[in-house]
């Protein structure tokens, strides 16, 4: 069956911009997870999604960072007033339930001028 | 403060001989561990996990041992195959945490040459 899908794949920006980053997760999964993967760095956990609702945000850096799932599906990523440091491959993961493996996405690479 | 390492960013190994990754973690609330693998351009595949109930966990090439009193996990590739150059990541979590969330280490890239 299809897995989790990410999209854009790529995105070039400039300081200061909004963007948005949109997750699919696989179907019928109830939890979903953003991560932020820096260069040589491992995955770093920002949001998880419990159906609709963000069950827990700690680690999202800032008030810039915000997603939301309003019909427990697809989520989006938004990122406002983008700096250079957000610069990242940010991945979604998602899971039957809270209690199961997590699947990730290809992750889209981010990239502030 | 990294609560799961990973010392080793690199490790080179012949192909058909074994491959020893290892992990230590800091926080003794994690109860749960894995091992994902990733290529380049792809989001991580899940490999293996145990519960830190269990000591060992096989599954076909891949093995991963658990050793809670030094709090540290290893996974063991053997034969080594070519097909198994990635960077493969531990991640570690606490089931009374409200998300379940992984915390990862930094990777270590393994190449196994033919």
Redesign the interface.
């Known amino acids: 069956g299809a897995g ?1 899908s990410q999209t854009p794949s790529n995105k070039v920006t400039e300081k200061g911009k909004y963007v948005e980053l949109r997750c699919d997760p696989i179907s019928g999964h109830t ?1 979903l ?1 953003w ?1 932020r993967q820096s260069l ?6 920002l949001i ?1 999604f ?1 159906g609709t609702g963000a ?2 945000d700690s ?1 999202l850096p800032n008030d810039r960072f915000f997603a939301v799932r309003p019909e427990g599906s697809v989520s989006t990523l938004k990122i406002q007033r983008t700096e250079r440091g957000d610069s990242a491959v940010y ?1 979604c ?1 998602s899971s039957l339930t ?2 199961e ?7 889209t690479r981010l990239l502030v001028l | 403060d990294q609560q ?1 390492k ?1 010392n080793s960013p690199s490790l080179s190994v012949q192909e058909g001989r074994i491959s020893i990754l290892n992990c230590d973690y800091t926080n003794s609330m994690f109860d749960y561990f ?1 091992w ?1 693998k990733k290529y380049p ?6 490999l293996i ?1 145990i519960s830190s109930i269990k000591d060992k966990n096989e599954d076909g090439r891949f093995t991963v041992f658990l050793n809670k009193s030094a709090k540290h996990l290893s996974l063991h590739i053997v034969p080594s195959q070519p097909g198994d150059s990635a960077v493969y ?1 531990c ?1 570690a979590s606490a ?1 009374n ?11 270590t890239r393994l190449m196994v040459k033919p």
Do not use: H, I, K, W
């Open positions: 989790v939890a997870y991560y040589g760095q491992g995955p770093e956990f998880y419990q069950a827990d680690g991945l993961a809270r209690d493996t997590q699947y990730f996405g290809p992750g | 799961v990973q894995l994902y351009a792809e989001g991580p595949t899940f996990s990541f991640a089931t945490n409200a998300g379940n969330m992984l915390t990862f280490g930094g990777g």
